[in-house]
């Protein structure tokens, strides 16, 4: 089992930035992919930023320039710093990890507020 939890996310004004975070904890050493999806209201969640086990970074084409994703090498924490902010980045953000056996694991989400 793999535990993950996030932290960061907030109110921001639109061209502000913040910066969430991602502890994992339990069988990290089971871990492949690691990164972050958002869900705003009334639409389903979407891949945003993630790191993939052969080094590759993969960024939705709205956020990218914008966001950077990054890692520890023990994969105990993934970051993404957002700048730039829109109202359309508004969503519960969700930290994920990909065991090599592809069992998929979430966090419990942080909400993200891009508002004047």
């Known amino acids: 089992q793999v535990q993950l939890v996030e932290s960061g996310g907030g109110l921001v004004q639109p061209g502000g930035s913040l910066r969430l975070s991602c502890a994992a904890s339990?069988?990290?050493?089971?871990?492949?992919?690691m990164g972050w999806y958002r869900q705003a209201p009334g639409k389903q969640r979407e891949l945003v930023a993630l790191f993939l086990k052969d080094g590759n970074i993969m960024y939705a084409d709205s956020v990218k320039g914008r966001f950077t994703i990054s890692r520890d090498n023990a994969k105990k924490t993934v970051s993404l710093q957002m700048n730039r902010l829109k109202p359309e980045d508004t969503a519960i953000y969700y930290c994920?990890?990909?065991?090599?056996?592809?069992?998929?694991?979430w966090g419990q989400g942080t909400q993200v507020t891009v508002s004047s």
């Open positions: 339990g069988r990290i050493s089971s871990i492949n992919d």
């Open positions: 994920n990890a990909v065991s090599f056996l592809r069992v998929l694991y």
